[in-house]
């Protein structure tokens, strides 16, 4: 069974950074497109950027609203994901879900996800 | 960006009911709409994938219609697993977003 494994969550002030990680196993994981996605507290699903495999180009792209601060990465050795998150306000306060893209076609879906990591932000 | 328009935002139904939510978008998606399922506490799961293909281990009473900006997602027989909240999202362009959800609970 796939598995992907966030860590890294926990408090942070604002303006602070925090790493997440995120352990990929039973898959291949240099092959797949990755994705992080949040979820505020009590509010819904918010996709934040997804990395390509290197195969594929490894492109980046982000959404809006992190663009310039926070930074995605991989390291297909380990098998692991990586969500850097900079200049951090309060409105990233939200867990985030990593999730690996499922591919069919032209179609693109979040295939497999994690169990999420809880990040607040607060002073 | 594209916006995701769901309807209703909230719902209460029956066991063994049949029910429609609907899914719009501020342009079209052609086909490339899904659907996810989110449990309290736990991280979505998806259902419908390309507007209505069903993923592999979800129930047939699931199903997905539309192409376009107007998709729906329509549980045949409500089960009491069922009661949870449901999200479309689009991957015709990135940024990839999700409608707001649709929660479903116990009448």
């Known amino acids: 069974e796939v598995q992907l494994v966030e860590s890294g969550g926990g408090l942070v002030k604002p303006g602070g950074s925090l790493r997440l990680s995120c352990a990929a196993s039973?898959?291949?994981?240099?092959?797949?497109?990755m994705s992080w996605v949040r979820q505020a507290p009590g509010k819904g699903l918010e996709w934040v950027g997804r990395?390509?495999?290197?195969?594929?180009?490894?492109?980046?792209d982000y959404a809006t609203p992190v663009k310039g601060r926070f930074t995605i990465s991989r390291d297909d050795s380990k098998n692991t994901l990586y969500l850097q998150m900079n200049s951090l306000s309060t409105e990233d306060t939200a867990v985030y879900y990593c999730t690996a893209e499922g591919v069919v076609g032209t179609s693109v879906f979040f295939h497999y996800w994690g169990q999420g990591a809880l990040v607040i932000v607060s002073s | 960006d594209i916006q995701m328009t769901q309807s209703p935002s909230s719902l209460s139904a029956s066991v063994g009911d049949r029910v429609t939510i609907t899914c719009r978008a501020s342009?079209?998606?052609?086909?490339?709409l899904n659907w996810y399922q989110q449990r309290p506490g736990k991280a979505p799961k998806v259902l419908i994938y390309?507007?209505?293909s069903l993923q592999s281990g979800v129930p047939s009473r699931f199903s997905g219609s539309g192409s376009g900006t107007d998709f729906t997602l329509t549980i045949s027989s409500l089960q009491p697993e069922d009661f949870a909240t449901y999200y479309c999202?689009?991957?015709?362009?990135?940024?990839?977003?999700f409608g707001q959800g649709t929660k479903l609970d116990i009448k």
């Open positions: 990395i390509k495999s290197k195969a594929d180009g490894g492109a980046i």
């Open positions: 039973r898959f291949p994981f240099s092959n797949a497109w």
């Open positions: 999202q689009q991957s015709y362009s990135i940024p990839w977003t």
């Open positions: 342009q079209t998606v052609s086909n490339l």
């Open positions: 390309a507007a209505s």
